[in-house]
């Protein structure tokens, strides 16, 4: 058991002494959560292989998932991976800081314990002014993974670091709820054309305008089968409840959840709705309790409260979580690969009776 320290820290200009004593923990081996614009990231010094062993144990997360390096600015680079592409330098130009991953060719001074025994390196900037001025002061990269015991859903809150990993990590520096709320994107440039392993924070529309068009993963690997390729593991992000995913368009839609609500209460379970705001007014009679992400119109909104949302229905007792899907224009296209990972592949496709 170790003390977890938690203190407040401002978002926007993070207390300088602070700041120093969590870099401090960082440069002696030890763990750090800390706010990044996307989740909390549960932060280790990335040189230091001991020191990323604790960030496994912590969230007993598995040795063959690898951690993101995280860098307080693109020039450093260099330090960490190689052979680095111009069209690396071009994506970093125009999306750092910010939420998006880059897997470029692994520098060997990163240990081996960061990439989960590969040759490649996944690297991002933060946005987040407390994740910057901790890499800075810390002087070192920093391996930071979500914050979260492995298999749960990320933490956008302080609080929901401290529900899964009190006791288990040193320090968690509280910078507020996070504005993106789902993870970065991340994008391997060790393919040709470059293959979008995980829709995050950057659209994919937003990356194929920059660099012309980039390649989906098929399909995600069930939990249990070990990944051919890192970050590809189809349960991920799950809340306790069983989560269903449902995909199409009301009226049918409300019919159906409708429909499955009640089903489930028959059944004596107690069921969820994670849905948007525009779906209150027409699923008011449903017998459920009413997760709202947000509005079909603000998708950045649905992100930003996605997992609160999810954590929240659980803490609301469901068993069962009936989630609407919200398309995959921008960010949706995240939003519906952690509900997929959510509900474990369980997605029900809704069509008009004819
Ligand atoms: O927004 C984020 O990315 C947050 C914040 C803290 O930066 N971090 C995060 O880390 O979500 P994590 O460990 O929860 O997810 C990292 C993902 C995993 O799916 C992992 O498999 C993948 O990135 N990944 C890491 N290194 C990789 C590599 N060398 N090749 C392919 N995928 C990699
Ligand atoms: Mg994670």
Redesign the pocket.
């Known amino acids: 058991m170790k003390t977890t320290q938690i203190y407040p820290v401002d978002a926007q200009a993070p207390d300088a002494e602070l700041i120093a004593r969590a870099a401090e923990v960082i440069r002696r081996g030890g763990l750090v959560a800390f706010p ?1 614009e ?4 549960l932060g280790a010094n990335a040189l230091d292989a001991q020191a990323v062993r604790g960030i496994f144990l912590a969230k007993e997360r598995p040795a063959y ?4 390096v ?1 860098l307080d600015r693109a020039e450093a680079l260099p330090q960490v991976a190689r052979a680095i592409p111009p069209v690396a330098w071009e994506l970093a130009t125009h999306f750092w800081p910010g ?1 998006l ?1 880059l ?1 470029l060719p692994r520098h060997p001074q990163i240990p081996l314990e960061v ?1 989960a025994g ?1 040759e ?3 690297v ?1 900037v ?1 946005a987040h002014p407390v994740a910057q001025a901790l890499i800075r002061a810390a002087g070192v990269p920093i391996a ?3 914050a979260n015991r492995f298999g749960r859903v ?1 933490p956008t809150r302080a609080s929901d670091v401290w529900a899964d990993l009190a006791g288990r990590i040193d320090l968690i520096l509280d910078g507020g709820p996070t504005q993106v709320g789902v ?2 994107t ?1 994008l ?1 440039l060790v393919s040709t054309p470059p293959l979008l ?2 829709p ?1 924070g950057v659209s994919r529309e937003a990356l194929a305008a920059l660099i012309g068009p980039v390649q989906l993963l098929e399909r995600p690997v069930p939990i249990g089968e070990r990944a051919a ?3 590809t593991l189809l349960q991920h992000y799950a809340p306790r409840a069983q989560v269903i995913l449902y995909r199409g368009e009301a009226p049918t839609l409300y019919a159906t959840l409708q429909a499955e609500a009640q089903r489930w209460t028959e059944e004596g379970r107690r069921v969820g709705l994670l849905i948007a705001r525009e779906d209150a007014e027409p699923l008011r009679s449903a017998p459920a309790v009413l997760g709202i992400a947000g509005s079909l119109a603000d998708l950045e909104e649905v992100a930003r409260h996605l997992f609160a949302t999810l954590r929240a229905l659980d803490e609301a007792g469901v068993q069962v979580i009936l989630a609407r899907d919200f398309g995959e224009a921008g960010l949706g296209l995240a939003i519906r690969d952690r509900l997929t990972r959510a509900a474990a592949g369980h997605v029900v496709e809704v069509t008009p009776p004819d």
Do not use: C, F, K, Q
């Not at 996307?38 to 990231?41: A, E, F, N, P």
């Open positions: 990044t996307t989740v909390y990231g998932d690898p951690l993101i995280h939420p991953t897997v990439t590969g490649t390196v996944a991002r933060p930071a993974p979500s990320s993870e970065s991340v391997s392993l995980r995050g390729a890192p970050g």
